[in-house]
């Protein structure tokens, strides 16, 4: 009885621990958001190729993040929660999505990781870097925005008019200065604002690519623009440089409808 109950619990172990080695596997595409909701805030999240983009708050550590993907070859994503648990996970682009919102239990951890203990100094909190960095995001945007307006590109579409006013490089980031007018006797409630680097001809498919970018900081972007209301606000995305064969396409999405402006800048 005893070497029955040893051997059940010996096949048990090697049993989770060769679960442990699968890594499940997430689809994404272009066209939809998929929301991964963890635990505990995300603090880190990693994509192993620039056609999957992993989005999250890292002003405000919130529990879920955002995926989205451009065709290419599979990868892979790590994320580390403010507890210190590891996640990984396969990515790999589908047309069809099986699902949209993919919801991560504690038991999905691969580890933990190792922190160091940072003695403080009593009665002094020290500012991280990450602190810092965004701090100086929200300097730079405010003396932005005081600036006079210019127009780089302007969009209209039924009473919506999108306004890129400035593209400002500042150190490693580019800063993105916008207005979205409302005069189309309707409040518009935004549901996104994405932001693409795109390369080639839509109607030739091998040479197209549609990057989504990551934004780092966003200023003043108001969730909803009431009807003969305007919103100047600021996006700050990592540095780029547009090709000679490369557009910017900023998509503005309507949340419960299906109004959408899409300014093309090159």
Do not use: W
């Amino acid at each position: 009885m005893n070497k029955y109950i040893i051997t059940l619990l010996f096949a048990l172990i090697c049993s989770t621990l060769n679960a442990q080695q699968q890594l499940d596997t997430i689809y994404a595409n272009e066209h939809k958001n998929v929301a991964l909701f963890f635990p505990k805030p995300i603090r880190q999240g990693i994509t192993g190729a620039s056609h999957f983009v992993f989005t999250y708050n890292r002003e405000k550590e919130q529990y879920f993040g955002l995926l989205q993907a451009q065709p290419g070859t599979d990868s892979n994503l790590l994320t580390v929660t403010n507890d210190g648990r590891i996640y990984s996970y396969i990515l790999r682009y589908r047309r069809n999505l099986p699902k949209l919102n993919y919801f991560v239990g504690d038991m999905e951890s691969i580890g933990n990781e190792m922190r160091k203990t940072i003695k403080e100094k009593p009665g002094i909190l020290p500012i991280s870097e990450e602190r810092k960095r965004v701090s100086f995001f929200e300097k730079f945007s405010k003396y932005l925005l005081k600036l006079k307006s210019e127009n780089l590109k302007t969009k209209r579409k039924k009473g919506l008019k999108l306004r890129l006013q400035k593209m400002v490089y500042q150190g490693d980031e580019v800063y993105l200065v916008l207005e979205f007018s409302n005069n189309s006797g309707i409040d518009f409630e935004i549901d996104y604002l994405n932001i693409y680097r795109v390369n080639g001809n839509k109607r030739r498919k091998s040479s197209y690519q549609k990057l989504l970018q990551k934004v780092v900081y966003e200023h003043e972007l108001l969730g909803m623009i009431k009807n003969k209301d305007s919103n100047r606000f600021v996006f700050v995305l990592p540095k780029f440089v547009l090709g000679d064969n490369e557009r910017l396409e900023i998509e503005l999405q309507e949340l419960k409808g299906n109004r959408k402006v899409v300014l093309k800048f090159n």
